[in-house]
């Protein structure tokens, strides 16, 4: 079958009950592994791309091409136009006011990255906040403590309870008259806690403390509206929202980008160059020097209609299905202990099994054809928070199923019964 005589699902209406037509959308599920049926259960870490996504990529690079914004022939102009309608698809699924709000980057990182440097590192001084969570991601702790560390600045943590919350209660002590900023994660990439943003932001911006959050996690599973959370910058990732890796976006308000220098120098993001000084475009240009992921942004775009149009409330219904089975099936298993009890986490399922180490229990998985994630998840402190060295992880997409929930729960019995055996 060619590129253009696939049929991409639209609807999620065309599924079905077992959801057989979606799950056929992503090739990645049509092989087997050790001789067994593929459960991915690593959708966290980077979910898999549907044909909607291959094929708008491939169509790209085989027909329109070429290096973007400089460029007066037809390819170059065809490929320009491509990115551009990329941002506008970007700015849409967020509900940016302008695409002039969208920076194209590496990854939620990159994005997180380019705040530190060219938003808060001008504002911050000795003495100074930053405040964050128990339960970030490094991603949103580690370019905090070095843009802290150069000025002699500090960074503050929020505490959670053992379920997993924040209390919000606490943020008012904790914000103050040397905040800079609150910078949280929309979801946990462990707990999977879904913060309430939209709060968090009401009571900094009480205090004119600005708010970045990290919606790496969230994207793929909430619909995002910058303006109803409030908040002042907003970094995802392509790879979790089922395109591809290498492309991600930092959402700024406008009047903020305006006012921040570059983050880094080259191409495309100048407006005069000599060798006595240069000047600098306007946003979204200042920010994205050099040849950009310009096929990623194809990718993104067309992961983003994908998503769409299966609609937010399947995919919210469809997760709190198998997150329910999921969690009722392995809290029966003895000695299991299961991580974040949040209501309404996003489908992320952190455990361990006493007397298995959590890296074994991730072998045995993977023998069994089951695709889960196991060790700290990028969030070192959340594991000392909770006094261990790592935890297996389960993670849900769209093309989930009943079926690697059975696979995932037979997976930990069998990692049980064999290190019982050993014993």
């Not at 009401?202 to 995002?224: E, F, K, N, S, Y």
């Not at 570059?262 to 160059?273: C, E, K, L, N």
């Not at 006493?354 to 993977?366: C, N, P, R």
């Amino acid at each position: 079958m060619n590129a253009r005589d696939r049929q991409h699902i639209k609807s999620v209406q065309d599924f079905g009950p077992d959801f057989a037509a979606l799950r056929a959308q992503f090739p990645a599920l049509a092989q087997t592994v050790r001789g067994r049926r593929l459960a991915y259960l690593d959708s966290a870490a980077s979910a898999l791309k549907p044909l909607a996504v291959i094929d708008a990529m491939s169509a790209f690079d085989s027909r329109d091409y070429a290096n973007i914004h400089r460029g007066v022939h037809a390819l170059s102009q065809r490929a320009t136009d491509a990115f551009e309608a990329a941002r506008q698809t970007v700015a849409r699924f967020v509900n940016a006011r302008s695409a002039d709000e969208i920076v194209f980057v590496r990854n939620a990182t990159e994005a997180i990255n380019l705040v530190a440097a060219s938003f808060l590192r001008p504002r911050l001084g000795a003495g100074d906040e930053v405040l964050i969570s128990a339960m970030e991601h490094h991603a949103n702790i580690v370019p905090w403590q070095l843009v802290c560390e150069s000025v002699g600045a500090r960074l503050r943590v929020m505490p959670i309870s053992d379920d997993g919350l924040l209390d919000l209660e606490r943020l008012p002590q904790l914000l103050g008259a040397r905040t800079r900023l609150l910078a949280i994660t929309h979801a946990s990439n462990v707990l999977g806690t879904v913060n309430d943003v939209a709060a968090l932001t009401r009571i900094a911006h009480a205090r004119g403390v600005p708010v970045l959050v990290d919606g790496a996690q969230a994207a793929p599973h909430l619909r995002v509206d910058v303006q109803a959370l409030d908040c002042d910058f907003y970094a995802f990732s392509a790879h979790k929202v089922y395109g591809p890796s290498g492309i991600g976006v930092l959402w700024g308000r406008a009047e903020l980008l305006v006012g921040m220098p570059p983050y880094q120098g080259g191409g495309d993001m100048i407006h005069t160059v000599s060798f006595e000084g240069s000047t600098f475009a306007a946003p979204p240009a200042r920010f994205e020097a050099g040849t950009p992921h310009i096929t990623g942004a194809i990718g993104l775009a067309a992961a983003v209609d994908f998503l769409q149009g299966i609609g937010w409330e399947h995919v919210a219904a469809h997760e709190r299905v198998l997150l329910a089975q999921a969690e009722q099936a392995l809290q029966e298993i003895p000695g299991l202990r299961i991580y974040g009890r949040a209501p309404g986490k996003i489908g992320v399922i952190a455990f361990n099994l006493e007397g298995v180490h959590a890296h074994d229990l991730g072998t045995i998985a993977d023998a069994s054809g089951v695709a889960i994630r196991s060790g700290h998840h990028c969030a070192m402190p959340l594991m000392q928070r909770y006094g261990v060295a790592a935890m297996a992880r389960a993670s849900f997409g769209v093309y989930s199923d009943a079926q690697d929930v059975a696979a995932l729960v037979a997976a930990v019995r069998q990692a049980q019964a064999m290190f019982a055996d050993r014993r």
